[in-house]
């Protein structure tokens, strides 16, 4: 089955940096776009990086753009997020997400807080 498994979170200080990675099984993961999103509470889930396939060109969040970098590796299955110069209104889950033709699937999140 699709399964998505995010790791990589945890807690860091202001001005740090962490990175996230999401290991992927049970797809062709090549066909699908893979993003990651971030919820923190109280609020709406919002979309922090795309990645397409193939070509793997990206689309990032206003609040990330120059901060956050997404990449993928095709023959790993994986998608990773490094994040940098990290602010406490980072803090959040951040979930992976593969959308395919036939499928959308989440991961079940791993948390970020930026804190000091």
């Known amino acids: 089955q699709v399964q998505l498994v995010e790791s990589g979170g945890g807690l860091v200080q202001p001005g740090g940096s962490l990175r996230l990675s999401c290991a992927a099984s049970?797809?062709?993961?090549?066909?699908?776009?893979m993003s990651w999103y971030r919820q923190a509470p109280g609020k709406e889930r919002e979309l922090v990086a795309r990645?397409?396939?193939?070509?793997?060109?990206?689309d990032y969040g206003d609040s990330v753009k120059g901060r956050f970098t997404a990449s993928r590796d095709n023959a790993k299955n994986t998608v990773s997020l490094q994040m940098n110069s990290l602010k406490p209104e980072d803090t959040a889950v951040y979930y992976c997400?593969?959308?395919?033709?036939?499928?959308?699937?989440w991961g079940q999140g791993t948390q970020v807080t930026v804190s000091s």
């Open positions: 990645i397409r396939t193939f070509g793997g060109s990206t």
């Open positions: 049970g797809f062709t993961f090549s066909s699908a776009v």
């Open positions: 997400n593969a959308a395919h033709f036939t499928f959308t699937a």
